[in-house]
């Protein structure tokens, strides 16, 4: 895949430590896009459906799966207002990219000791 990139000229490292810049740029994109996105439990799955589709047209992204955490939606039922924004702690991502011969996994999750959506790479390798 990557022969075909036009970009490629312009990166100074190995395909490996391409993959998992894709990865994290992915990952970043996902978080900054969606945090504040209104979600109540009518729109959950067609946000998540959402997320999913717009990460995977773009480059070297293989797979996707976005899950919102619907405890806190549920929680808001009988609120005037019926819906919450999304927030990072509620977004659980995990997405492959593959650049040339090199897959990366990554995951976003909320991690309660750090009081904070990390995002991270699982697996770098060959494919």
Not at 36 to 53: D, K, Q, T
Not at 88 to 103: K, N, P, Q, S, T
Request: glycine share 4%; net charge neutral.
């Amino acid at each position: 895949m990557s022969a075909s990139d036009p970009a490629k000229k312009w990166f100074r490292c190995s395909d490996r430590e391409r993959a998992a810049f894709e990865a994290g740029i992915k990952m970043g994109s996902i978080y900054h896009q969606y945090v504040g996105a209104p979600v109540n439990e009518s729109n959950v799955e067609a946000l998540e459906r959402a997320i999913e589709a717009g990460a995977l047209v773009q480059p070297f992204v293989e797979d996707v799966r976005v899950r919102i955490e619907r405890t806190k939606i549920r929680s808001k039922r009988g609120a005037p207002y019926k819906y919450w924004s999304v927030t990072g702690e509620m977004l659980d991502v995990w997405i492959r990219v593959r650049y040339d011969d090199v897959v990366a996994e990554a995951v976003m999750q909320y991690v309660p000791d750090l009081r904070y959506p990390l995002m991270r790479i699982v697996e770098l390798r060959e494919a």
